[in-house]
């Protein structure tokens, strides 16, 4: 995925929430910037230091009671397992989502 993939998928879903194309544009910019420093625009995953953390975005999925919020957010499920929210959030498209 590149950068402008990044952008493109980031600025419509902004746009979709009516936000206003200025500051989806200025938001998708940094999105870019933010997926280019935590993964270097690569799906990656860390589990350094017990930590959880996956896609282009390194979103961390927590443990615990944070495991079954997020796993509700994300993925629209009441209870998610590590495994089940790691592999949603390693499709590219997901992790934008997220983010």
């Known amino acids: 995925m590149t950068g402008q993939d990044i952008y493109n998928q980031f600025k419509a879903a902004l746009l979709a929430q009516h ?6 544009d200025a938001a998708s910019k ?28 390194q979103i961390n999925v927590g443990l615990g009671a944070t495991q079954s919020a997020t796993g509700r957010t994300l993925m629209g499920q009441p209870v998610a397992t590590i495994v089940e929210m790691k592999n949603w959030l390693m499709i590219p498209s997901n992790n934008i989502k997220a983010a």
Not at 38 to 57: D, H, K, R, V
């Open 19 to 24: 936000v206003p194309a200025a500051q989806a």
């Open 30 to 57: 940094q999105a870019v910037a933010v997926a280019t420093a935590e993964s270097s625009l690569n799906t990656a995953s860390s589990n350094e230091n017990g930590e959880n953390s996956y896609g282009l975005f």
